[in-house]
């Protein structure tokens, strides 16, 4: 079957560097993205990866493995906005979305 | 960058009453959308993938005689819960990727800021 791994939640502290890790075995690869979800609010777009390696994209930034069916998302000088549920998705060989659970991420002062 | 828009944000109504959703891609055309219902504290649940001009893909679990899904056009689907009861009360949230063309792949879904259901 499909299946994609993610903590349930992490916490960390304002101003810190936190990493959100994803693994995921699919039928198929054609892409990772992470999206952030704010509580009663519905996901936005972060971040794709197709090839292996780092994207940046200001604080945040996302790496892929393909080969280890891995990847995370690395957040830099965190604020407290960014309190938020963090989901990792895999498009599979037939270009189905399959989701992560989602990362709650705590942020404290 | 793309826009869906979904309306409406909140419905209260009472039991037994059918409840139609809408979601327009207002800058890209959707060649498919996606329907999904979250719970207080739980993941995203995908319902169903529409893609315009056929019949729906529901996940398994869902009725598809009471969650009418209709994708007339490239920019808009509809979702209708039939006779919505207490049960069905969850926050509803569609997407829309352009899966046409070249580098569909990278195209990431984009979702509506979903509607939030309430039956008495």
């Known amino acids: 079957g499909q299946n994609i791994d993610q903590p349930t939640e992490m916490t960390a502290t304002e101003g810190a560097i936190v990493q959100i890790n994803c693994t995921y075995q699919?039928?198929?690869?054609?892409?990772l993205f992470w999206y952030q979800q704010h509580a009663g609010e519905a996901p936005t777009f972060l971040s794709y990866?197709?090839l292996d390696g780092l994207e940046e994209k200001g604080r945040f930034s996302s790496f892929l493995s393909r080969s280890k069916g891995y990847s995370y998302l690395l957040l830099k000088e965190l604020q407290m906005k960014d309190s938020a549920s963090y989901l990792c998705?895999?498009?599979?060989?037939?270009?189905?979305?399959?989701w992560g659970a989602g990362t709650k991420l705590i942020i404290k002062p | 960058g793309a826009v869906v828009s979904q309306h409406p944000s909140w419905v209260i109504c009472k039991s037994g009453t059918s409840v139609k959703i809408e979601c327009r891609s207002l800058d890209f055309q959707a060649t498919t959308m996606f329907w999904y219902r979250q719970f207080p504290k739980q993941s995203l649940m995908l319902m169903a993938t529409s893609n315009e001009g056929s019949k729906a893909t529901y996940e398994q679990g869902v009725e598809k005689d009471k969650f009418l899904i209709n994708h007339a056009s490239l920019t808009l689907s509809t979702l209708t819960v039939t006779s919505a009861h207490p049960e069905d009360s969850s926050f509803y949230i569609c997407s829309a990727r352009d899966l046409s063309g070249e580098g569909r792949e990278s195209q990431p879904q984009h979702f509506g800021d979903g509607t939030r259901l309430s039956i008495l």
């Open positions: 699919t039928s198929g690869f054609n892409g």
């Open positions: 998705a895999v498009t599979d060989s037939n270009y189905q979305l399959i």
């Open positions: 990866n197709v």
